[in-house]
């Protein structure tokens, strides 16, 4: 198949693949910066725009196919090789690839994790096979913020009542904002970092820029507010800086089986 390339607007750029037809095949979104975005507000709400000969950094923030009959085919390496190769030779002065990416599962896998908890017997936690998913100051903390809500319920269940609620108060109350970012961030990089699938990070995005030559470098805490990122993410976006020798970083860790971190990857906040 032929693809071709088209780099449309300046600061925050869309390229194309397109096939003969013209018909756009996959669009990635990428936005010029001074420096790496912490949140996809900062970018899309970007007003004024950076001159472009003052952008340092590519930064990638969604790419989406338009056929579904691509679900599944891992064009990454090529598409983020190629689209690296084009904006090196237009602007040389872009020093730093990076991506801010979603983390579609993670709330899904921390709700299941949390309502089994909560509907476990009286007890059972106190039982060593049970997994403790709050530590104790996180669960007190938790119950002290929802006292007049939440009246005698668990941490567990404070922190499921929470995160279900439809019209998500949670992301717009600073008290409960507070009692959930620790958890809340703790939960994220052990999902990230060491829940896996058949070797592979879990997470649908992360295993898809992991493999492809990223590096996860940092979580960002309400990087994005849209009621899609608080139901899928929590709000939570992670930094991933786009290594040099991307084929030979992506054999390497498909041979590994393993998540690469940075050694200044760190948490928001710290």
Same mark, same amino acid.
């Given at each position: 198949?032929?693809?071709?390339?088209?780099?449309?607007?300046?600061?925050?750029?869309?390229?194309?693949?397109?096939?003969?037809?013209?018909?756009?095949?996959?669009?990635?979104?990428?936005?010029?910066?001074?420096?790496?975005?912490?949140?996809?507000?900062?970018?899309?709400?970007?007003?004024?725009?950076?001159?472009?000969?003052?952008?340092?950094?590519?930064?990638?923030?969604?790419?989406?196919?338009?056929?579904?009959?691509?679900?599944?085919?891992?064009?990454?390496?090529?598409?983020?090789?190629?689209?690296? &190769?084009?904006?090196?030779?237009?602007?040389?002065?872009?020093? &730093?690839?990076?991506?801010?990416?979603?983390?579609?599962?993670?709330?899904?896998?921390?709700?299941?994790?949390?309502?089994?908890?909560?509907?476990?017997?009286?007890?059972?936690?106190?039982?060593?096979?049970?997994?403790?998913?709050?530590?104790?100051?996180?669960?007190?903390?938790?119950?002290?913020?929802?006292?007049?809500?939440?009246?005698?319920?668990?941490?567990?269940?404070?922190?499921?009542?929470?995160?279900?609620? &439809?019209?998500?108060?949670?992301?717009?109350?600073?008290?409960?904002?507070?009692?959930?970012?620790?958890?809340?961030?703790?939960?994220?990089?052990?999902?990230?970092?060491?829940?896996?699938?058949? %070797?592979?990070?879990?997470?649908?995005?992360?295993?898809?820029?992991?493999?492809?030559?990223?590096?996860?470098?940092?979580?960002?805490?309400?990087?994005?507010?849209?009621?899609? %990122?608080?139901?899928?993410?929590?709000?939570?976006?992670?930094?991933?800086?786009?290594?040099?020798?991307?084929?030979?970083?992506?054999?390497?860790?498909?041979?590994?089986?393993?998540?690469?971190?940075?050694?200044?990857?760190?948490?928001?906040?710290?």
């Amino acid at each position: 198949m032929c693809l071709s390339l088209t780099l449309l607007l300046l600061n925050t750029g869309c390229l194309t693949f397109d096939v003969l037809s013209g018909e756009p095949l996959i669009f990635i979104e990428v936005a010029l910066l001074k420096n790496v975005a912490q949140t996809i507000q900062a970018i899309l709400w970007d007003d004024p725009p950076i001159p472009e000969s003052e952008a340092s950094c590519a930064l990638f923030y969604s790419i989406s196919s338009t056929q579904s009959g691509l679900a599944g085919i891992n064009l990454g390496k090529f598409l983020i090789k190629r689209v690296i &190769t084009l904006v090196k030779q237009d602007m040389p002065h872009i020093s &730093t690839f990076a991506t801010l990416s979603p983390i579609p599962g993670y709330m899904q896998w921390l709700l299941c994790k949390l309502a089994s908890q909560a509907q476990a017997p009286s007890g059972a936690s106190d039982s060593p096979f049970m997994e403790r998913l709050l530590e104790p100051n996180e669960e007190s903390v938790l119950i002290n913020s929802s006292r007049e809500t939440y009246a005698g319920k668990s941490g567990t269940e404070v922190m499921l009542n929470m995160l279900t609620s &439809t019209n998500y108060d949670w992301a717009s109350n600073a008290e409960m904002l507070s009692a959930l970012k620790p958890p809340l961030m703790r939960l994220c990089a052990r999902y990230l970092l060491q829940e896996k699938k058949r %070797g592979k990070a879990l997470d649908s995005v992360a295993n898809f820029h992991l493999q492809n030559g990223a590096m996860i470098e940092r979580i960002n805490w309400m990087a994005d507010r849209s009621e899609k %990122g608080l139901r899928q993410s929590g709000g939570w976006r992670t930094s991933k800086r786009m290594l040099k020798h991307i084929s030979e970083q992506a054999t390497y860790r498909l041979l590994r089986m393993s998540v690469a971190t940075s050694r200044r990857w760190r948490l928001e906040g710290e």
